[in-house]
């Protein structure tokens, strides 16, 4: 008889929520393995007793076939040389250990969940809560680890003893699924302020899409406001009632084959659409589209589109009720600007009643907001606009042996926060702009369920330098010791920590403003950092940003500001801005009076805002109605253009007490060569390709004073592919090595991940002095 073993497995990595231990418990009975299985919480803990090879063979199955949801990170094995007996493979309760900890996000329904779903035959028919082990909600309704019914919103909804029985059941899909329901025990839909339910809510919701209504979704992380795509009054209507003029609205097409009529899907942006994260992936409209209206994606050559993800949204498409609904859906945030998305009835009422025509809702809680997450695609890879839902609180682990536990707030704009632990970084769903109240309440809120789950309690916080943002008033009544790290060296930070880089770079960091060091205005940066600080070796060469805030929406007053400083003279910008129509010759000598008594005005550097003065200079977009909306209509443009225009043989680069971008000259050219009448497009093509020129001297010239070889490109203008392609390909070109952001945010997004990193390496300074 063989001699038996007893080994102890410990699986670190997302092994909560996505039905491990039923499958170990599967493998274990297919190899004839006693022992037993427990969820720990930062771990999940195995005993295996059997005769070698049986458990050789029991942990080669752990580590190859896992659940299709798990990720492992990693598998401790060790003997165990006096073990009890066992009879058979148990599951067993789970335990709370505190450690390693890694919360599931929330998962899109499985094929099989969907098929189930719309059989007739099946218990679960048209049940709107439908989900098994490898599918269903997570992050959004958990209360705290392990991940069990009892620790999530779910514990309000009994099972019914079916589904009890497929809980308990090791050979169902649904054993061991926290949130295991069906339309006997289950939540239930249903129209807030209206008698209908269930069935009838559903309907009803779907014939006022149908007939052209508006109507408010409540889904896994939060309330869409959902109309026909293709429907141009409907979508009108929604822009009006949501004062959103411009700003493309994402849209849910029932199945991949209705994108592929829409949209040019490649077969890697296919799998991650249709995968079990289900972001909006930002597409390139195919020439002969026809099924969106114009008003989805007002001159955006590209739309948002993502796949139905739950339940309720696959059955507003497909139902018994015979009523004919459209392609695709607007599936827009549910929030009113600013604010952060609605989550329960009562901020549906107060934020959204104005907006549409009926509010489906149901009644389990959302115990944190996800948003959809937004991806754009980059030489045929993932490249994150907003990281939230499908992907958020996974971790980023660096090589780095840290050992603390940080939180970074984050951004002003575009804010998600980051808790560090160690050398794992959780970087937090997208939250939203804290220039609104309601944002900063939600921020707080979420801070302190994410400590709870994660079970740290922060050493220290940090946030940016900027003494009047909310972020940092957030910061400083947390009562923790506080630092402040500089905007745009966060950004570079937040690079290289996602390409686990502890080496100096030359960090390319462009963006519209971060407070600066001197107390001006930064934004378009180049440092050479590393992970204990860094040097403002060069930027952009300054100008004069009047106006305020009101600059940042209104390029033709950068565009004004512009022109005044390459002429020096009131008269001849005069005679400049009335050509370029860019504003009444009032508005311009108001403008040139702020300039000369340095009123509301201030020296900048700032990347974004050039591209909204030069998209004015063109004609292109004067004004912004959102974030981006005069930059992004500048890359159209170039990109409508584009072909590779010859090089101007120029000094790209002016010595100071840093390295310049001769970008005045730039400006200069274009304004010129405008007013002689040359196309925008082209010109537009060619600030973008000049801008990538500059920046490439300007890491070449550094290289050759400090030996840097490794170039790491961030900041929210780094969104834009074409100047980030241009800059790619023209400093490997040039041999150096280029970091780029593929699943953090470039944008204020991504930049609590540089601050968390930057408290990380505090703490490891200070240890014994906080």
């Known amino acids: 008889m063989n001699q038996e073993i007893t080994r102890q497995i410990r699986v670190y990595g997302i092994v909560q929520g996505v039905g491990f231990r039923p499958t170990v418990s599967r493998h274990a009975m297919s190899w004839g393995v006693r022992g037993n299985v427990s969820n720990k919480g930062p771990y999940v803990e ?8 049986k458990v050789k063979g029991f942990i080669s199955d752990i580590q190859n076939h896992p659940p299709r949801r798990a ?39 499985c094929e099989e969940c969907k098929e189930e779903m719309f059989d007739p035959k099946n218990r679960r028919y048209l049940h709107p809560f439908i989900n098994c082990t490898c599918c269903g ?35 169902t899909r649904r054993y061991d699924a926290q949130p295991v329901c069906c339309n006997d025990c289950g939540p239930e839909v249903y129209l807030i302020g209206r ?65 592929k009529k829409e949209c040019e899907v490649s077969e890697e942006q296919g799998k991650i659409l249709d995968g079990h994260q289900k972001p909006i ?14 008003s989805v994606a007002p001159g955006n050559p590209k739309v948002g589109v993502m796949l139905p993800y739950a339940p309720v949204q696959l059955l507003i498409f497909t139902y018994d009720d015979g009523i004919e609904m459209p392609e695709f859906l607007v599936m827009t945030s549910g929030n009113t600007s600013g604010a952060p998305i609605c989550r329960d009835d009562h901020e549906a009422e107060t934020e959204l009643s104005g907006f549409c025509d009926c509010m489906l809702s149901h009644d389990r809680k959302i115990r944190i907001r996800a948003d959809d997450s937004v991806m754009d695609f980059y030489e045929d890879k993932p490249y994150m606009i907003r990281r939230s839902r499908g992907y958020a609180p996974l971790p980023f682990m660096v090589s780095t042996p840290y050992r603390g536990q940080v939180l970074a707030i984050g951004g002003e704009l575009k804010n998600s926060f980051c808790i560090g632990v160690d050398n794992r970084f959780y970087p937090s769903p997208y939250v939203g702009d804290l220039e ?21 309690e922060p050493e220290i916080v940090c946030c940016d330098m900027h003494p009047k943002y909310n972020s940092v008033m957030v910061a400083e009544e947390l009562g923790l010791p506080v630092v402040k790290v500089q905007h745009h060296y966060a950004h570079i930070l937040s690079c290289m920590a996602e390409n686990d880089c502890a080496e100096q770079v030359i960090g390319v960091s462009f963006d519209g403003t971060g407070y600066g060091t001197d107390g001006t205005i930064w934004g378009g940066e180049i440092l050479l950092a590393d992970l ?14 009047i106006g305020g805030d009101a600059s940042s929406k209104e390029g033709w007053r950068i565009a004004v500001s512009l022109v005044y400083g390459i002429t020096g003279d009131r008269e001849k910008a005069a005679e400049i801005i009335e050509k370029l129509a860019l504003c009444t010759k009032q508005e311009a000598n108001v403008q040139f009076t702020m300039a000369d008594r340095k009123i509301n005005a201030v020296m900048s550097t700032s990347a974004g805002r050039l591209f909204d003065g030069v998209s004015a200079i063109l004609g292109i977009c004067s004004k912004s109605t959102f974030e981006g909306e005069a930059s992004m209509a500048l890359e159209f443009a170039a990109e409508g253009y584009k072909e590779t225009l010859p090089e101007k043989s120029k000094q790209r680069i002016l010595e100071s007490d840093r390295l310049l971008l001769n970008t005045e000259s730039l400006i200069k050219e274009i304004m010129n060569r405008r007013l002689n009448g040359e196309d925008s497009g082209r010109l537009a093509y060619f600030f973008h390709q000049e801008l990538a020129y500059q920046i490439i001297d300007a890491c070449v010239q550094i290289r050759q004073q400090n030996g840097c070889n490794k170039v790491a490109l961030s900041g929210g203008v780094f969104q834009n592919r074409l100047l980030l392609e241009l800059t790619d390909h023209g400093l490997k070109d040039q041999g150096f090595e280029v970091l780029k952001h593929q699943l953090v945010p470039p944008n204020d997004g991504g930049i609590a991940l540089g601050q968390a990193v930057y408290a990380m390496e505090y703490l490891e300074k200070n240890k014994g002095r906080l």
């Open 137 to 171: 909600p997570r992050l959004t309704i958990l209360d705290a680890l392990p991940y069990d019914r009892e620790r999530t919103s779910m514990k309000e909804f009994p099972m019914c003893p079916e589904c009890a029985g497929e809980y308990h059941d090791p050979e």
């Open 195 to 259: 008698s209908e339910r269930g069935r009838d809510a559903i309907t009803f919701a779907r014939k006022t899409i149908a007939d052209g209504g508006i109507v408010a979704i409540k889904g896994i992380g939060g309330f869409h406001l959902c109309c026909d795509a293709s429907n141009e009054t409907a979508v009108i209507r929604l822009r009006q009632l949501k004062r959103r003029p411009m700003k493309p609205f994402a849209v849910m097409a029932k199945d991949m084959e209705i994108v």
């Open 436 to 456: 609104d109240l309601r944002t900063v309440k939600a921020l707080q809120e979420t801070v302190g369920r994410l400590e709870t789950l994660l079970e740290v």
């Open 532 to 545: 204990h600080g860094f040097e403002r070796t060069g930027s952009v060469m300054p100008f004069l940003q």
């Open 71 to 109: 990720a492992i990170l990693k598998i401790n094995v060790e003997n165990v040389e006096e073990s009890e007996t066992y009879t058979q493979f148990d599951i067993i309760e789970s335990e709370k250990t505190k450690g390693e900890i890694f919360v599931s996000p929330d998962i899109a329904i």
């Open 281 to 294: 992936m930002l597409l390139d409209k195919k020439k002969n589209a026809q099924i969106l209206c114009p």
């Open 46 to 53: 195995i005993y295996a007793q059997g005769s070698e090879e």
